[in-house]
């Protein structure tokens, strides 16, 4: 004989319940947010080195939806009308000293103390090492001159040394994918 039960049953439920199989926990590899950055790189070169390599990073970043700008002859207001983070990208020149291209912004941030509290900067400095102490010394200059202002530096300097490098944006790609993390 039947049981009235699941004759009821299956008029109440008109989809009988199904079997569920519970599959095995399996973690998924977090997921990280990429925040696209905007950035001000401020070239000083004098054979041209440091801007070949500021445009060859601008090459790169800007397929990856990063805002890249960059300045062969900067100027304050270049940096006054944004929170864009900056990139110092020079060479050195003489006894240690900031190129031509790069030094009216250099000696302007110097004497009229911009305020950036917090704004991050990065320097990638191209030198020569058979100058010694004065090795990448524009890159000194620049980054003293930025923590003047309140700007915050985000990760170590990069130092390419002429003698051991020939193509400096070998090296400055992948430090500036790093830097960007930082920002």
């Known amino acids: 004989s039947r049981h009235p039960v699941p004759a009821l049953r ?25 925040v696209m950055a905007a950035i001000r790189i401020l070239t000083g070169s004098v054979y041209g080195g440091a801007l070949l390599t500021a445009r060859r990073i601008k090459q790169e970043l800007e397929p990856e939806g990063h805002t890249v700008t960059v300045l ?17 990208c020079t060479s050195t020149t003489g006894q240690g000293e900031v190129p031509a291209n790069l030094l009216p912004f250099y000696l302007d941030l ?16 191209l030198g020569d090492s058979s ?11 620049m980054e003293e001159a930025l923590y003047e202002t309140g700007a915050r530096k985000v990760g170590d300097t990069l130092r390419i040394d002429a003698l051991e490098t020939l193509e400096p944006e070998a090296e400055a790609l992948p430090w500036v994918r790093n830097w960007i993390n930082g920002i």
């Open 72 to 88: 062969e002859n900067p100027t304050l207001a270049d940096i006054s009308d944004n929170h864009d983070a900056l990139l110092v």
């Open 110 to 125: 110097r004497e009229q103390l911009p305020q950036q509290p917090g704004r991050p900067f990065g320097v990638i400095v």
């Open 10 to 34: 299956r008029r109440l439920e008109p989809n009988p319940p199904r079997h569920y199989y519970l599959l095995p926990n399996i973690p998924t590899p977090p997921t990280q947010a990429v």
């Open 131 to 141: 100058y010694g102490d004065t090795f990448c010394g524009a890159g000194d200059l």
